[in-house]
């Protein structure tokens, strides 16, 4: 695997929170697609989300 790549497949994971929608909107703005649907837990009543993503074609662009 490229380290200077992004990987085809990643799992972002979070609260349930703007800044977690914001990482997932950056991933398919890269090209990313989201992978199933996402995962939600609650602990002591706040919510946390899992949602994988994949590059669909050809290699995953270069991280800055």
């Known amino acids: 695997m490229d380290s200077t790549r992004y990987p085809r497949y990643r799992v972002l994971t979070g ?15 890269l090209g ?3 992978h199933a649907g996402p995962a939600l837990t609650t602990k002591d009543g706040l919510g946390y989300v899992a949602q994988a993503v994949v590059w669909p074609d050809g290699e995953p662009p270069l991280r800055p």
């Open 32 to 34: 990313y697609e989201l």
């Open 15 to 29: 609260p349930d929170d703007a800044a977690f929608c914001e990482r997932v909107s950056e991933a398919l703005e």
